[in-house]
C-alpha cells in the first residue's frame, strides 16, 4: 500500500482483510482473489 491509502484484499472463502500503508498482500499462485479500495478512494 502507498500513500496513505487503505484498501481491502480477500482471498475467495476467507474474510476481508484490511491492507493499511506499508501491509503487503500474499497468495498462493491461481488463489482467487479481489483487491478493492474504500469509500474515500
Given amino acids: 500500500m502507498k ?3 487503505i484498501g ?3 482471498i ?3 474474510p ?3 491492507l493499511r500503508p506499508g501491509d503487503a ?3 498462493p499462485p ?3 482473489h479481489w483487491q478493492g479500495g ?3 478512494t
Fill in 12 to 14: 475467495e472463502g476467507q
Fill in 3 to 5: 500513500n496513505g491509502i
Fill in 30 to 32: 491461481g488463489e482467487k
Fill in 25 to 27: 498482500a500474499l497468495r
Fill in 16 to 18: 476481508v482483510k484490511v
Fill in 38 to 40: 474504500n469509500a474515500d
Fill in 8 to 10: 481491502r484484499n480477500q
